[in-house]
């Protein structure tokens, strides 16, 4: 299982900071993921960390902003968000595959947290 958490309401240009806690085995997971979905729109990727620590993959719209992370001992993994802008405004999910079917599609993740909303108001 996955719980998201550390959503919340902020200005442009602040920072916040997400965090997955797995459990159930989903922490081993060759992957795993941050997604997004905007009100009306469809769900986009956001950012992944491969299982090591060591690969990383972001969208472009968040590269350079964002930074994800994970803590193995807390089995948790991280989204640190910086300098947000309305647009990042969403409902952020994450999600873990067992294995390497893809870094971008949400098709290719088989565990899903609930979602967290982050509101950034300008």
């Known amino acids: 299982q996955l719980q998201a958490s550390g959503g919340g309401l902020v200005q442009a240009g602040d920072s916040l900071g997400l965090s997955c806690a797995a459990s159930?085995?989903?922490?081993?997971?060759?992957?795993m993921g941050w997604f997004r979905q905007a009100l009306g729109r469809e769900r986009e990727f956001v950012a992944a960390i491969a299982w090591s620590g060591s690969t990383k993959r972001y969208a472009d719209s968040v590269k350079g902003r964002f930074t994800i992370s994970r803590d193995d001992a807390k089995n948790t993994v991280y989204l640190q968000m910086n300098s947000l802008k309305p647009e990042d405004t969403a409902v952020y999910y994450c999600a873990a595959q067992n294995g390497y079917r893809s870094w971008y599609q949400g098709s290719g993740y088989n565990y899903w947290g609930q979602g967290t909303l982050v509101t950034v108001s300008s």
């Open positions: 159930g085995g989903t922490f081993s997971s060759n992957i």
